[in-house]
């Protein structure tokens, strides 16, 4: 699987929009891009994922550049209930068991 | 649906012995997996099952045994506790082992497990 590259933590304002980065430059054609987070304590939470169309849902928003090396994730109104980490993931579309595999993802601070 | 559960939520074991892990899922999804997670850490794989009756070991498998007798339950079983595997354990779920789009996994609240 592709690996995967984030900032360890970023901080965001209240209301604002919260734009976290990932360079996934070895992904490759059958590889989608997922990303979960996990707020203080509990299991990882699924967002969004997407191939190579920008995707959006009630949650976020994912954006993924036309050479799918890298791609953001927005979260258009952040809240402080938004304060996590997120990770992004790249895995295989078929083929493969349902494995996924988890970096340091990002911490995102949300603050008023 | 209660989604995926675990039990116990924390648990506190000396070295040598052994327990386990309960995890269970009412969504009738085919593959089930067991994290760990160490503090400042992503999550590493520790065991995966496909449907029941299979499993296949992950990235740190060793110290843990799993079995898949029906599909909605995943044990994970220490067998001789280690102060190294204290960590808090997740178990997750989802419906195809296909890894098709729909794919998304649902995680368990966790279960905190401190070996002294």
């Known amino acids: 699987d592709a690996k995967t590259t984030q900032p360890p933590s970023m901080d965001c304002a209240e209301g604002r929009a919260a734009n976290l980065p990932c360079n996934h430059s070895t992904i490759s054609g059958n590889e989608y891009v997922y990303w979960y987070r996990q707020i203080h304590s509990q299991g990882p939470q699924y967002i969004i994922h997407?191939?190579?169309n920008n995707e959006t849902n009630e949650m976020a928003s994912l954006i993924i550049t036309e050479d799918r090396k890298s791609s953001t994730l927005i979260l258009p109104h952040a809240t402080l209930r938004d304060t996590a980490v997120y990770y992004c993931i790249v895995r295989p579309r078929s083929g493969t068991a349902s494995k996924l595999t988890f970096g340091t993802g990002t911490r995102l601070q949300v603050t008023l | 649906n209660a989604g995926v559960t675990q039990t116990p939520k924390f648990q506190v074991l000396k070295t040598g012995q052994s327990m386990t892990l309960q995890c269970a899922q009412d969504m009738n999804h085919e593959y089930m997996s067991w994290y760990r997670q160490d503090p400042g850490m992503g999550l590493r794989l520790i065991h995966y099952?496909?449907?029941?009756?299979?499993?296949d070991q992950g990235e740190v498998p060793n110290g843990y045994n799993v079995s898949r007798s029906t599909t909605e339950d995943f044990p994970l079983r220490l067998l001789s506790a280690a102060p190294s595997q204290t960590s808090v354990y997740f178990c997750a779920s989802s419906y195809s082992v296909r890894g098709d789009s729909t794919d998304t996994q649902y995680f368990g609240p966790g279960t905190r497990l401190t070996v002294l």
């Open positions: 099952s496909v449907g029941a009756g299979i499993t």
């Open positions: 997407g191939l190579k």
